[in-house]
């Protein structure tokens, strides 16, 4: 078979990644190897065909069922040699090389290539062998399918097109809706409409300003007719039998939002690849989406084969059919989101803590073409475009949490949040309206091999040098023999740096004066304290004309405390919490 097998790609938020300072750098890194940390619970995904809550087929009497049908259209195309058929690899002649590297930046992926291949060529059937006699029934949801695009390449997105017209079986395919986010190629516009015109299920809307992907996929949404709505990217190809699977889930169980697997679509030569099985959709500090395979113990001991389906904490956020009532009673998504980047973490969170389940469903299968770069310009800025929407589903999801999200190198939004993120009223009403559960129960219920202790470390504070703990009493900060059964010695190093006792804060002050204890406030730069590791120096920011580093350093006689110059090889200026979650 003409299939290179790789491992999934991680898709990478490199913007976010960017931003993580370097004292946060060696912390993602370990929480990186937490993927491999035995999952503590995910619930034992359901069987065949069963029927769940939420189901339909109880107010709809009793249906049949029959074998997922294996509609291709393309199994024997007229041009077997053609470029790229089948979903090999294709090769250009080096002296193509030049039109290749000319054409790569029309859409980050070899276009030159892609508009040699056919746009209805089949691809290898990569779906585990079982899936091929699994039963689904008769009376599934008919679904339209939505695609948002912004100058995307003209093959690739009938390529898309095309293979869901081939590979979905018609009675199930309301239509498909294509959503235009203002694009500015001249063959999208009029060249597009005439393509399109020979199939009568697909529809075009366009917009009439750039609104980005999620407030055109709210536009698409909002004129769709079908039950289902199934949500995919303009630079796809979706594979044999992909769509009954998905609509059986949401059959069985309306607010569960099930996922095809990702394949992939080679960005150099367009083959169709194998991705490994067993894999989750999972996020990792600041919310960067990955994915993660599920512990070998955890397969064995519930049995799990490669066609169940994997419940996973988050969704890639490009491909998923939802139940388009339930899409609108859970809000569909913030509006306020711009672009590009989290509302896969809002629309994920907001399904678990609401009462749905994300799935995916190893029996749907579809290729994506993974970029090294979003190959359109973003209106503003893509960092802040990005981090601004991420701040709004953390301001609105991650209850105490949020902290971790802008402790991973997103302080200095804390600062100027309001101004930055605007207006979240809506959404935080729309989450109490719905009932949905806390962040905390997400983690443990939903994604309990995830890392998320709500402070960096905590308990007493050792002074090296002096070999006693600070001790607060009566407003006045001192030493004293360090003694765990005192409340009044206990102190937390939190995400927002903050060296704290309950409400109050230690905030490094003048050259002079040293120290100051003031009431806790996230958004004052002057109350975040530096300190890497165990036994390192406590370093604070001291702004008396020009700023300063200094580090919080003990009095050799133990009755003083007082900023310094920091000194590598000063023993009264390292510092030792009892506890260190992480650093
Ligand atoms: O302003 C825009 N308007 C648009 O219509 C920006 C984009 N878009 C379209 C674009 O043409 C494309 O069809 O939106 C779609 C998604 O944009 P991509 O392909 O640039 O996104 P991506 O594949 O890099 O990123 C993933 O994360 C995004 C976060 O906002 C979206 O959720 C994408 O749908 C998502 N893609 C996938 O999940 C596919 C698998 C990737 C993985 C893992
Ligand atoms: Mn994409």
Redesign the pocket.
Known sequence: RPVKATSKPT?KDVNAEEVIDKADEKHVEKIGGSDVSPVKEIPKPAVKIQTGNNSRSNSKGKSGVHKVLALDATLSPRNANAVGQFGQAALVSSNEDTEVRKRWDEGHFNVYLSDKIPVDRAIPDTRPETCAQNLVHDDLPSTSVI????D?VWSTLLRSVHSVLNRSPPHLLKEIIL?D?FSTKDNLKEPLDKYMSQFPKVRIVRLKE?Q??IR?RLAGAAVAKGEVLTFL???VECNVGWLEPLLERVYLDRKKVPCPV?EVISDKDMSYMLVDNFQRGIFKWPLV?GWSAIPEEYIKKHNMTISDPIRCPVM????FSIDKKYFYELGAYDPGLD??????MEISFKIWMCGGEIEIIPCSRVG?I??GQ?P?KFPKDRQKTVERNLARVAEVWLDEYKDLFYGHGYHHLVEKKAMVIGNLTDQIELRKKLKCKSFKWYLDNVYPDMNAPLVKAEGLIFNRGLRKCLNLQKGSLLFETCDLSKQSQHFNYTWMRNFRQQDVCVAPQSMRSGFALQECDNTRAEQRWFHKSSNSALVGWVSEFVSHHMCLEAGPQGDTLRLNSCETSNAFQKWQFTHYYTL
């Open positions: 898709k695609f948002c695009f912004v995307e959503v986010d750039r980005g992907l055109a990217d303009s630079h990702i989406f890639a956020g490009g491909l672009v590009w980047g989290g509302e896969n994506h993974f970029r979003n359109y």
